[in-house]
């Protein structure tokens, strides 16, 4: 008893233990700082002010570029201590603050001393630091000891060398590097297997630019072997890689002979390592174009890694089986027995990718075995863990049809359960996924999502459902057995949940002739139209009012006509039906706002149907720092993605383009120039009714030029359908900062498109610009600058659909046959049918309908779905089918859209790729 009390004594002064970290402020931390300046040194003392240092500037706090120069000069004087875990610290402390402090370079000498120090760790920690806070020409004076170090018995100093080296290149300070390929290429027979593992590294890194280089170092390097696990895991993501950028019809010769390097990668999978081993199966796996023949082995090494005792071995086979199985499962099938094992594994993260690999791989007749084995584990697991399971259960009931009752009730059951929003929406849109799909379940699903949001505890999921049951309950054979479900909502949630509820139930009188029905909702609004909540108030009022439904609410007796209740619910369903989609109504909303022109109304009629491009995930060129104009640059030129936002908001800035609107269509940037030329130019083509405008996005890379009055002159003459043109230059281009220009080019008048080909030259006047102070010349001579041709395709003319059809077959029908064109054609360019789908897609620019989009590489025959909407909004579907032929791919396509000349025009760009 008394031994037990200690315990708790003792371990409740444990938790009174505080973190060494608590309470510290900057301001104080600065001000112990200046005992780095004694003249005796504490060196316990210094350690201690170190490691409060870094942890305040690990954590974000921010030190002024004063502070920071300050504190820098004051740990470069630690240099006198001779302590090793001092000196650690001191280099930690450099690296941190060299970004900030100003004149770091005034350490140079005590660290070049370091370098030359008998002790390796201060030669190997020195190198590191001096690298880092060290400019392109001072490296040239410190290379001699570089390359020493490289070539240095020590492993820690070679291998610092080493990574200094792959440091310099990376911050563009690798001119000097790139002489170094005979010292690192000695480092590669180093016993230390770490300094080969950054000899090859740094090796790449040099060559990496040069392809023949690349695969003359790789296939060297596969020929002799490195010693070293680590290097030969790096070799193999370099063959990896080689093997990916090789041309498809590259990947086997013309005997059927396996692909370049691939037999290294098999070799591999015999090394006595189990990361190389690992990391060749994951290579394999991920080849591009993989046939089971290539995966055979690898599965099987796979295979065998499943029941390793080590934890990291399981997982990492199990997540490289899960790959594999989302594109081949046939390839997986054997490895079946063995992951159903791991779904008892105590590692959860084990179990869950175990039974999403089986719910791909599995068959039709071991489904209900596999779910009540992943009923009792569910439960515990994480929620984003049961996300996973739920997406996997999805795409098997889309597999597997006729199992759907049996997955939909596994579904409902963890409905029921306990779990966040994530997992709980997760299973929403795979009932709503199911009901698209397989339309036979769209009772069950509507029937278990009922019963879902009588217990429902989050919002957003209650009104989506309403929303739902309102849009497909009248439809249902017994429409009036979800009422019960919606009324609940009016009485137990809150306002929100309401008015949803308001708008369902109003759904089911405009959508039902039943005049009994129709009295019971009147009868269940009554009591909304006294509601406390002013939205839910006014839908009840609106609905009553707009489908007659005041005569049963005040109990007369009356009641319309079955002809004016049939114009009264057409109207509603007109007017809740909006013409356009959300998105696009805002956004031109938010434009008429902006205008501030109200003499003129809104029409909502001229609001496109088509899917507003932004720069998300597009290379485009981001306005730069002008205090930082390097950076500026640097970004222009790596082309970092902006954030998203409208490519039509810039030209909707341009007061000369402002009477024209927004644009039918904004196409993503085209690169005009290559990467690494003096100046880069970018294209965004915006298709109006009447016009077409360039606008071009242009940097200046040369930092002793000013380019003023920039322009890009285009030459029409090759492209039909364009006439007369308008130019806005750009006033000035100065060195980092990307500047945009227009050219306004109208459309003739004769019915042609705007299809060919424009020639673009940049033009401009160049200033002289002095390097040291900035300051341009007064005078200049006029340059040009040519840009790559411009294409204007038929993809140009159209654009993705803000929404795609729920029902292609429906969206089909209702277009109807009047304006549609049949044709077939023989696609001798492409030699399988995946790659003439993706011809397909490219070339018409349309969006792909219900994931026909995906084609298998082996497949003989495939339907592809799409559809689009064509200049100036006319929609467009297209119905193709795809089968191999001896000489190429047979097409035959059926196109339909709102007007017969288009169907014409889109069959006619076909033909020119036959």
């Known amino acids: 008893m008394v031994s037990d009390e200690r315990a708790l004594a003792k ?182 297997p770490m300094v080969q593992y950054h000899a090859l590294a740094l090796l790449y890194l040099i060559k990496q630019h040069d392809r023949l280089a690349v ?114 499962p046939l390839a997986v099938t054997s490895c079946n027995a063995d992951m159903e094992v791991l779904i008892a594994d105590h590692n959860r993260s084990i ?129 009036g057995k979800y009422i019960r479900y919606i009324y609940n909502r009016l009485i137990l949630e809150n306002a929100t949940v309401r008015a949803a509820a308001v708008s369902a139930l109003s759904s089911f009188a405009a959508g039902s002739a039943s005049e009994s029905l129709r009295k019971s909702v009147a009868v269940l609004l009554r009591q909304s139209l006294m509601d406390s909540d002013d939205e839910v108030r006014d839908r009840a009022t609106f609905f009553s009012k707009s489908l007659g439904l005041e005569a049963y609410q005040k109990h007369t007796g009356e009641s319309r006509n079955p002809e004016e209740v049939s114009k009264m619910q057409e109207g509603t369903k007109n007017m809740l039906s909006l013409p356009c989609p959300i998105a696009n109504l805002e956004a031109e909303l938010l434009l008429y706002v902006a205008s501030g022109n109200s003499e003129q109304a809104f029409d909502i009629s001229s609001v496109s149907k088509a899917a ?84 071009f996005v242009c940097v200046n890379t040369l930092n002793d030029q000013l380019l003023e009055n920039v322009f890009v002159q285009v030459d029409t003459s090759a492209a039909s359908g364009l006439g007369g043109m308008t130019i806005v230059p750009a006033a000035r281009l100065a060195y980092g900062e990307p500047a945009r220009n227009y050219v306004s080019i109208e459309r003739t008048d004769d019915g042609e498109y705007p299809l060919g080909d424009l020639a673009c030259t940049m033009k401009f006047i160049v200033k002289d610009v002095d390097p040291s102070t900035g300051e341009p010349d007064e005078e200049g001579y006029e340059d040009e600058y040519g840009l790559d041709d411009l294409p204007l395709t038929i993809s140009n003319l159209m654009a993705k659909p803000a929404e795609l059809p729920g029902s292609f077959k429906a969206a089909w029908e209702a277009l109807g046959p009047d304006n549609e064109v049949a044709d077939s054609f023989l696609l001798e360019q492409h030699d399988n049918v995946a790659s003439a789908v993706k011809g397909m897609m490219a070339l018409l620019g349309m969006a792909p309908c219900e994931g026909t989009e995906v084609a298998n590489d082996r497949a003989r025959g495939h339907i592809l779905l799409m559809t689009g909407v064509f200049m100036p909004g006319i929609q467009v579907m297209l119905h193709s089918k795809f089968t191999v032929a001896s000489d190429g791919v047979n097409l035959e396509i059926v196109l339909r859209s709102e007007d017969l000349s288009i169907s014409e025009v889109l069959a006619n760009s076909i033909t020119g790729t036959e």
Not at 621 to 643: K, M, V, W, Y
């Open 11 to 192: 371990m409740k002064d444990e938790d009174l233990i505080l973190s060494p970290f608590d309470g510290i402020e900057k301001g104080a931390v600065l001000q112990e700082c200046r005992i780095f300046n004694d003249l005796q040194l504490n060196t316990r003392r210094c350690e201690q002010v170190l490691i409060r240092l870094l942890y305040l500037v690990g954590q974000g706090d921010h030190l002024s570029s004063e502070e920071a120069t300050n504190v820098f000069f004051s740990v470069t004087k630690l240099f006198q201590a001779n302590e090793p875990s001092l000196r650690r610290l001191v280099y930690l402390a450099i690296k941190e603050l060299a970004h900030t402090a100003e004149e770091v370079i005034i350490v140079t000498n005590c660290l070049t001393k370091d370098i030359n120090s008998d002790v390796d760790m201060y030669r190997a920690n020195a190198t590191r630091v001096l690298c880092k806070i060290t400019d392109a020409q001072m490296v040239q004076q410190i290379e001699r000891y570089l390359k020493q170090e490289i070539v240095d018995r020590n492993p820690v100093v070679a291998s610092a060398a080493l990574v200094s080296g792959q440091q310099l290149i990376m911050h563009n300070k690798g001119d000097v590097v790139r002489r170094w390929v005979n010292e690192v290429t000695q480092a590669l027979d180093h016993k230390s």
């Open 215 to 328: 695969s003359k170092l790789v296939q060297s390097m596969c020929r002799q072997g490195v010693r070293s696990p680590m290097a030969t895991v790096l070799l193999i993501r370099y063959v990896a890689r080689i093997i990916a950028d090789e041309p498809p019809s590259q990947v086997q010769d013309a005997y059927g002979e396996p692909r370049p390097f691939f037999g290294f990668l098999e070799a591999c999978l015999k090394h006595r390592s189990d990361v190389v081993i690992y990391e060749a199966s994951r290579a394999i796996a991920n080849l591009p174009n993989v046939t089971p023949t290539e995966l055979q082995h690898a599965v099987s090494i796979l295979q065998r890694f499943l029941v390793q005792p080590k934890p990291s071995l399981r997982f990492a086979a199990i997540r490289t089986l899960n790959q594999i199985a989302s594109t081949m």
């Open 351 to 479: 179990a869950t990718l175990a039974i999403t690999t089986l719910l791909r791989t599995g068959s039709e007749n071991s489904i209900e075995r596999l779910l009540k084995q992943i009923q009792t584990f569910l439960s515990d697991i994480a929620d984003e863990f049961k996300v996973k399971v739920v997406s996997a259960i999805h795409a098997l009931c889309i597999k597997y049809p006729s199992k759907y009752y049996a997955l939909m009730n596994f579904l409902g059951n963890a409905l029921r359960e306990e779990g966040g929003f994530e997992f709980k929406r997760a299973i929403v849109d795979a009932y709503l996924g199911l009901m698209d799909k397989i339309p036979e379940s769209k009772e069950t699903c509507l029937s278990h999502l009922c019963e879902f949001i009588e217990d429902c505890e989050h919002t957003q999921l209650s009104t989506r459902i309403l929303h739902l049951l309102g849009k497909e309950g009248p439809s249902m054979p017994e429409p």
């Open 612 to 695: 507003m491009m932004s720069t998300a995930g597009h290379p485009t060129l981001e306005t730069g720092d002008a205090t930082n104009r390097q950076s500026a640059l640097g970004r222009a030129q790596r082309g970092r993605p902006t954030p998203p936002a409208d490519l039509a908001a810039e030209v909707l800035k341009v007061p000369d383009f402002t009477s024209l609107g927004r644009p039918f269509k904004s196409c993503p940037p085209k690169d005009l120039t290559e990467a690494e030329t003096e100046y880069t130019a970018q294209v965004i083509v915006h298709l109006y009714e009447s016009h077409v405008i360039l606008e």
